[in-house]
């Protein structure tokens, strides 16, 4: 069993062949591929974490598409003096599958 903990947009995530991720917004190249950089390894019994061997470490990702996340409510009251504000978001966010850890 071959797995790897990618850095995906600010966090980690656990990927194999063929997982599907949500992460942050990111380009693709004009194929529509993206690299991940590689956090830890596991194949088998081995478990790579030392910067040198990872540096060799592909972990390929085909673009499903781009999405935006639910809207989250932000708001904001000051009792007593009128101040109230209201603000909304939406992240943006890219679908990806791992084709590939090399």
């Known amino acids: 069993m071959v797995y790897a903990v990618v ?5 980690q995530e656990k990927v194999e062949v063929g997982t ?31 910067q040198k061997s990872l540096a060799k470490v592909k972990v390929t990702a085909e673009v499903l598409g781009d999405l935006r996340g639910r809207k989250i409510h932000i708001q904001k009251f000051k ?21 590939g850890i090399k």
Do not use: C, S
Request: proline share 0%; hydrophobic share 30%; charged share 30%.
């Open 20 to 50: 599907i991720v949500t992460m942050d917004r990111i380009q693709a190249d004009k194929n529509g591929n993206v690299e991940l950089a590689a956090v830890l390894l596991v194949d088998g019994d081995t478990v790579t974490t030392d």
């Open 79 to 99: 009792n007593k003096t009128g101040y109230k504000k209201r603000q909304g978001h939406r992240q943006e966010l890219t679908r990806v599958k791992v084709t």
């Open 7 to 11: 850095r995906a947009g600010g966090r």
